[in-house]
């Protein structure tokens, strides 16, 4: 009977089980499942007491995976990153006592440190910004681009072939009055 008191579930006449609690099914279905493994009715709890263990979630993958592209450049790593954090702290340590070595005392050392840093951040930080107003290389750019290459990809995959070749015909067409008009 102390079996009985430790697993309130085997009063249903469930036999205990090393398996998952979540039985796998076919077809998505999802029964309830009490905290001790038992598959219920979808309606009535098959545990004393009501009490239904959480659902798992299910991630299905694609059989076939893209390979992802990660960027190289210097910045976009955690190992990168931990090397900047520790550059700009080894140049603060750098400034605070190459000050107090000239002199200066260490409450204001570390006043001008904090400046220093924080204004060489924010200003390092809006040109960059800038930089890429300039250089049109700012995402809304080139999520734009992107969309407008996609569109065109799929405008070339639906044209049938006499679509296609009248289309290259019209290219190489101005090519040939764009050369002329240059001469």
């Known amino acids: 009977m102390a079996s009985l008191t430790a697993r309130p579930c085997a009063l249903l006449g469930a036999a205990p089980s090393r398996r998952s609690p979540v039985p796998f099914l076919v077809g998505g279905a999802r029964p309830a499942v009490c905290v001790h ?4 009715a979808p309606r009535r709890s098959a545990c ?5 263990a ?7 993958r694609a059989s076939e995976e893209k390979e992802v592209n ?5 910045g976009y ?11 700009l702290i ?12 000239t002199g200066m005392e260490p409450g204001f050392a570390g006043n001008w440190v904090q400046l220093i840093i924080f204004m060489g951040i924010c200003v390092f930080w809006v040109s960059t910004y800038v930089f890429r107003v300039a250089t049109k290389q700012m995402t809304y750019v080139k999520q734009l681009e992107n969309y407008e290459e996609a569109v065109m990809k799929k405008r070339i995959e639906e044209m ?3 679509e296609l070749e009248q289309l290259a015909s019209d290219v190489e067409g101005d090519k ?8």
């Open 48 to 52: 004393p007491g009501g009490r239904r």
């Open 77 to 87: 790593s955690r190992k990168d990153i931990i090397l900047i954090g520790v550059g």
């Open 37 to 40: 493994g038992v598959a219920a």
């Open 90 to 101: 080894a140049l603060g340590y750098a400034l605070y006592y190459g000050l107090q070595a």
């Open 176 to 183: 040939l009055r764009q050369a002329a008009r240059k001469e």
């Open 70 to 74: 990660y960027n190289k450049q210097f």
């Open 54 to 60: 959480a659902q798992p979630s299910v991630v299905a």
């Open 160 to 162: 049938t072939e006499a």
